[in-house]
T-cell receptor, first 117, second 112 residues
């Protein structure tokens, strides 16, 4: 089955630093990947849609200059949290479909737990 | 029994019981629905999906029911096991939209 790999699984950083999270589709190509954020005991909230070779599409209220997304290849999307602050601490999860269009499930990475001290 | 916490409703069952997790979706035009299981500290894992032209689909120990009239989705787990303990999310795919919209989730607790 389709596998999405996310790295790192957890990271602790100091306030003001930047953190990069990688999301890879291991056995399929993904022209589109999705980045979600999840707070404890809450649902997944879509942050942005990452498009290979073009700019990401951000959801309302998500700062594009703070959460930089790069989708340089059909198997890799990165999310960089710039100038991180404690309120950015959260669980970040990426996902992708193994074919374009609807009617197929999203496959998720195992998430990255970010803690900003 | 079922209880509603601050953010996440919880369903507590005994091992061997059948579990039913319910979900109300928002967009009457959604044409594809998925149930995911999320264990602590992990990403969501696909369980079963259903298209809007169906009202029931069965998998291994799981059944999804879709009632489009009232925009309701349910997940039935037969002979629930402790390993089924997790948070379960329903998700809908509105048309002309490439990603999924997730429901609030239900925590399933299975006691031996």
């Amino acid at each position: 089955g389709a596998v999405v790999s996310q790295h790192p699984s957890w990271v602790i950083c100091k306030s003001g630093t930047s953190v990069k999270i990688e999301c890879r589709s291991l056995d399929f190509q993904a022209t589109t990947m999705f980045w979600y954020r999840q707070f404890p005991k809450q649902s997944l909230m879509l942050m942005a849609t990452s498009n290979e070779g073009s700019k990401a599409t951000y959801e309302q209220g998500v700062e594009k200059d703070k959460f930089l997304i790069n989708h340089a290849s059909l198997t890799l999307s990165t999310l960089t949290v710039t100038s991180a602050h404690p309120e950015d601490s959260s669980f970040y999860i990426c996902s992708a479909r193994d074919r374009t269009g609807g009617n197929s499930p999203l496959h998720f990475g195992n998430g990255t737990r970010l803690t900003v001290t | 029994g079922e209880s509603v916490g601050l953010h996440l409703p919880t369903l507590s069952v005994q091992e061997g019981d059948n579990s039913i997790i319910n979900c109300a979706y928002s967009n009457s035009a959604s044409d594809y629905f998925i149930w995911y299981k999320q264990e602590s500290g992990k990403g969501p894992q696909f369980i079963i999906d259903i298209r809007s032209n169906m009202d029931k689909r069965q998998g291994q120990r799981v059944t999804v029911l879709l009632n489009k009239t009232v925009k309701h989705l349910s997940l039935q787990i037969a002979a629930t096991q402790p390993g089924d303990s997790a948070v379960y999310f329903c998700a809908e795919n509105p048309p002309i939209y490439s990603t999924l919209t997730f429901g609030k989730g239900t925590m399933l607790l299975v006691s031996p």
